[in-house]
């Protein structure tokens, strides 16, 4: 069983606590264990968290008084018809904290608030062609305003902090996703935290987008249940995390799991700028350029129609081609890294995501797998969302989830 991964796995930041509030802050290991156990498990009397967490049930006592006096947890109706007196469960407050998502993508604004329990609050998502920056960070300070008005002055004191996720190298590229030279140096010029960090009180951690969106998986899909895997995101540009022992794994420059920037080939003279990298044949800016060569409209990758004539035999080709890319990928990071699967996961209508995960599995089959485990390959759970939902979990479990993986016992899961 894992635990949610301490922020300085995952941030170039750590995240202070929140200035004039009382009530947010880093909590004492013992509550942050009480709280997860509660998170992970659902509702659970005091007797059965002191189990689950191998503290006294004097010691969760005196923790659950204090989570109920602070407003982090609440009781809920007496459990009746067991042996002995009826236990009450305990559960966290969704009104506890809150946490703000913000992504800044290719082609996308995302903004979310979501409650302590992981709950959505507010979500709006904003569709653009090329972005400048002052453009979308004044539309990033308008949706900041209205998410404090939907708060108020008594919920807006429990917001932990805004967790911000974006892609590290997000001026590259720019031919492939349409950026002009003038807004890729805007954007390569621009330290994205601290723009933000200059619009707001609360503290901002920042993750690369796919990053976040693995951490998404990890803590509300199905990565919950895998302890070593490889995360596939495909979006504008492909790209990927990386989970290690239960936990994020950031690398050294916050990199790792960067699946798109792997070549497909070997490189030689006769070919400028090296092999061919796989986001440029297994990206949604790939098919979007397919579907234009052949005098198609550009439809959003959630659009069923993408499976419907006159777009389903570009759209075919393009999956036959990702799943081929994708699948050599997986091949040589198998060989890098022992894992338990793979979960790949995209900006796509559901029916193609698992049109493409079985592409993968059948393509993984022309390879040999000697010396080596052929790893599982499993949709995600997540979606569309990951990555907004991902940068707002970053700071609520900052604040409030232990950084190791061994203090609860096998539980109900």
């Not at 693995?214 to 302890?227: D, F, I, P, S, T």
């Not at 400028?272 to 790939?286: E, I, N, R, V």
């Not at 193609?352 to 089959?365: H, Q």
Request: charged content about 20%; hydrophobic content about 45%; glycine content about 12%.
């Amino acid at each position: 069983m894992h635990s949610f991964a301490p922020l300085s796995a995952l941030s170039d930041t750590a995240t202070p606590r929140m200035p004039g509030s009382n009530q947010i802050g880093m909590r004492e290991f013992n509550e942050r264990v009480v709280l997860h156990a509660i998170r992970l498990h659902g509702s659970l009397p005091k007797a059965e968290l002191a189990r689950l967490t191998n503290l006294s049930t004097q010691t969760v006592s005196v923790i659950i008084n204090r989570l109920l006096e602070e407003g982090f947890v609440v009781k809920r109706d007496s459990l009746r018809g067991r042996v002995g007196q009826p236990s009450q469960p305990i559960a966290l407050n969704p009104d506890g904290a809150f946490s703000i998502g913000v992504q800044i993508g290719r082609r996308n604004l995302d903004v979310a608030l979501i409650d302590f329990t992981g709950a959505p609050r507010y979500r709006k998502s904003i569709v653009y062609g090329a972005p400048s920056v002052d453009a979308v960070f004044g539309e990033i300070g308008e949706h900041l305003e209205r998410i404090a008005d939907q708060l108020g002055a008594e919920k807006g004191r429990r917001v932990s902090g805004i967790g911000l996720a974006a892609p590290l190298a997000f001026g590259g590229w720019r031919e492939l996703v349409g950026l002009s030279p003038q807004d890729a140096d805007a954007w390569t010029r621009t330290n994205m935290r601290e723009r933000l960090q200059a619009m707001t009180r609360l503290p901002v951690a920042f993750a690369k987008d796919t990053a976040a969106a693995c951490v998404a998986e990890l803590v509300a899909g199905r990565g919950r249940h895998l302890k070593n895997y490889l995360y596939v995101y495909i979006d504008t540009l492909i790209g990927g995390g990386l989970v290690l022992n239960g936990q994020p794994h950031a690398g050294v420059y916050g990199n790792a799991g960067a699946i798109g920037s792997m070549p497909l080939g070997v490189a030689d003279g006769l070919r400028p700028g090296g092999a061919q990298q796989l986001l440029s044949c297994a990206s949604l800016a790939t098919l979007e350029d397919m579907l234009a060569a052949v005098g198609l409209d550009k439809l959003p990758p959630g659009d069923a129609r993408l499976l419907q004539a006159p777009w389903a035999p570009v759209t075919a080709r393009w999956l036959e081609e990702a799943a081929n890319a994708i699948a050599f990928a997986v091949n040589g990071g198998s060989c890098l890294l022992d894992l338990d699967g793979v979960i790949v996961d995209g900006a796509l209508h559901a029916s193609l995501l698992d049109g493409l995960v079985d592409a993968i599995r059948m393509a993984l089959g022309q390879y040999s797998w000697q010396g080596i485990i052929r790893p599982e390959i499993i949709p995600g759970a997540i979606g569309r969302d990951a990555k907004v939902i991902g940068a707002a979990y970053l700071p609520l479990h900052a604040n409030f989830a232990p950084g190791h993986e061994s203090f609860l016992k096998q539980g109900r899961g």
